[in-house]
């Protein structure tokens, strides 16, 4: 057994200091702002669709709409977090 043992995931992520911005409670933020934003979006645009097509047509847009803006909340995220540094 030579060597020092290998850092799991955990470790990297507490020892990293990118996580450390505004005091360590960015990665908690993180954590509850990414899905209570897609929640409300999910809520708006199924708002928003069931004035144009039926109740299951809109339910199903409004999801399809939402999973595509996953990438765009995540980068709004990483925008953020370079601001803050």
């Given at each position: 057994?030579?060597?020092?043992?290998?850092?799991?995931?955990?470790?990297?992520?507490?020892?990293?200091?990118?996580?450390?911005?505004?005091?360590?409670?960015?990665?908690?933020?993180?954590?509850?702002?990414?899905?209570?934003?897609?929640?409300?979006?999910?809520?708006?645009?199924?708002?928003?669709?069931?004035?144009?097509f039926n109740s299951s047509n809109s339910l199903i847009l409004?999801?399809?709409?939402?999973?595509?803006?996953?990438?765009?909340?995540?980068?709004?995220?990483?925008?953020?977090?370079?601001?803050?540094?």
């Amino acid at each position: 057994m030579e060597g020092s043992p290998k850092e799991s995931i955990v470790d990297k992520v507490v020892n990293n200091p990118a996580y450390d911005l505004l005091g360590g409670y960015q990665l908690f933020l993180r954590r509850i702002t990414i899905p209570i934003l897609l929640s409300l979006l999910l809520l708006l645009s199924y708002t928003i669709f069931l004035n144009f097509f039926n109740s299951s047509n809109s339910l199903i847009l409004s999801f399809g709409f939402t999973g595509l803006m996953l990438g765009p909340v995540l980068n709004l995220d990483r925008f953020i977090a370079e601001l803050l540094k």
